[in-house]
Each structure stands twice: as C-alpha cells, then as structure tokens.
C-alpha cells in the first residue's frame, strides 16, 4: 500500500516538529553548569605531595553526563566557556591547581588554566606544559578551519621565535585566558590576533 503525498508530507513536518521540541528542551544555560557543586567538592589534586612551588599535581575529573536533548558538540563547547568563566578574576601564578597557595595567593598560569578547565569540564586531561600542549593537545586545525568555542589559541611571542601563551575561543570577538592581570575575557585583538600561530581542538 503506497502512502499518498499529503500524508507523507505530513509524516514529514510531523518528525521535524518533534526534532525542534526536543532540541528546546536542551536548557545548555543550566545544564552546563549543574554539576559545579559537586565538582567543586572534589579533591583538586590526586596527592598533597609535590616537589616544587608549583603544588601538586591535579586529580583526574570524571566525564560528565551529556543531556540527551543536547547537542553533544555544542554542549561540551558551552560547558568549556562556562568553566572558563567560573573562574574569571583568579589570579595568574605558576600553580597546576587553582586552589593551591605556596604563601603568595592562589592562581594558575596559562597553560595550567587551559588544562585545568578542560579537566574540570570534560574529565579530559592535557599536558599543561605549553610547548607540549601546543603539540599534542586535540588536534591541529588547518589554517582556513573556521574557530569554534573551546578551542585552543596559541600565541607567538612578540619577535614570533616560539609559542608563549594559550587562550580559550569563545567567538570572532572574544578570548579567555589567564595572563598578568588574572584570567579575563578579553578582545581577540592586537597581540592575541597578530600574533596567533594556530588552534588546536579537543571537542569533534
């Protein structure tokens, strides 16, 4: 028995409303950040011990639970920029941990920042060494690859000899990072821009 046009058609609009319903019921706002407290009560680091000024190591966070009515890749680049912005005003020190304090404050470096957010929101650790994040975190986009929140920005010094910090993409406009002034959403303009090197992806 062949269904009529009509009613396949009305098949059709019928699938695609339910589609729509179901990608509102996706509240990303709350969702990705609904489980701050209970991470937030976790231990920072994996052991009290260490070996120099810059604190113990961090503990390894677990996976979150992605809301089915969610899209997967936009949920996990919204929970990075809500992470990145749970910490706006910690300021910049060479910690691995943003709780820990030698005695001169809390605080984390660009690097341990980048490595820290993706933890904390993802459970996904990378080397928070920034000459081996730049090489081995996600994987490298191509030049004409257009930016998407959460990725990695990796800026060149001002004589472009070598990669020396690391930002977080939120969009065309806008970058968080952790750099002298503590960890601030900022313009991705003069320095940032002119002297980006590349960007690596861990959400695909």
């Not at 019921?25 to 009290?48: I, K, M, T």
């Not at 000459?131 to 004589?159: S, Y």
Request: one cysteine or more; charged letters at 20%.
């Amino acid at each position: 028995m062949k269904l009529n046009r009509n009613i396949l058609i009305a098949l059709l609009v019928s699938l695609i409303t339910i589609a729509d319903i179901n990608a509102e019921e996706c509240n990303y706002q709350q969702s990705v950040s609904s489980d701050f407290s209970y991470r937030d009560s976790l231990s920072q680091y994996s052991s009290p011990n260490y070996r120099d000024s810059w604190g113990p190591r961090p503990a390894h966070y677990p996976a979150p639970t992605i809301p089915s009515a969610c899209d997967p890749i936009k949920w996990q680049q919204q929970r990075i920029v809500a992470v990145a912005e749970k910490y706006i005003g910690l300021p910049y020190k060479h910690h691995h941990i943003p709780g820990f304090d030698s005695g001169d404050g809390v605080g984390l470096d660009c690097s341990n920042f980048t490595s820290w957010v993706y933890n904390y929101g993802l459970g996904i650790k990378i080397n928070s060494d920034i000459t081996k994040q730049a090489n081995t975190a996600g994987r490298m986009l191509a030049p004409d690859e257009p930016l998407q929140a959460g990725d990695l920005l990796f800026i060149r010094t001002m004589n472009d000899s070598r990669i020396s910090h690391v930002v977080i993409y939120i969009d065309s406009g806008h970058i968080i990072d952790d750099h002298a002034s503590g960890v601030k959403i900022r313009e991705f303009k003069g320095w940032y821009k002119n002297h980006f090197a590349y960007a690596r992806r861990l959400i695909d």
